[in-house]
């Protein structure tokens, strides 16, 4: 299963580096999970975390012609995201995976490897 190794976020116009681990789990019977984590507990929320976690898991929908999927979240730490659907871009090269908001105003991108 992936691995996350990257976590970046938009400050200043460009991507920053953030440290997290965690890892995203995509299955055969079409769903979806991540499970993220900022080691500082104290980082303030975002509208995917919590004291510095992220996680959640529903049925995803992978459009291979045009590079994305859409989650729709069906469990959540942060209870705001149950029920809402999320376009994400993807990337894959090798033994990578390189995810990033449909909507490039959310400013994120994050990478994961399989090893």
């Known amino acids: ?52 976690y992220e996680a959640y898991y529903g049925p995803v929908a992978i459009n291979d012609q045009d590079k994305t999927f859409v989650i729709t979240v069906e469990s ?15 990337e894959v090269s090798d033994n990578k995976l390189v995810l990033t908001p449909d909507n490039p105003a959310e400013g994120w991108r994050v990478t994961y490897e399989r090893y």
Do not use: C
Not at 9 to 18: D, R
Not at 77 to 89: E, I, P
């Open 1 to 52: 299963m992936p691995a996350l190794t990257s976590l970046e976020v938009s400050a200043g116009g460009s991507l920053k580096p953030v440290p997290y681990s965690g890892q995203v789990i995509f299955t055969e019977a079409g769903t979806l999970s991540v499970q993220a984590q900022n080691p500082d507990a104290k980082a303030p929320d975002t509208p995917y975390t919590k004291n510095g």
């Open 76 to 90: 959540s730490l942060v209870r705001n995201l149950v029920g809402q659907s999320m376009k994400r871009k993807f």
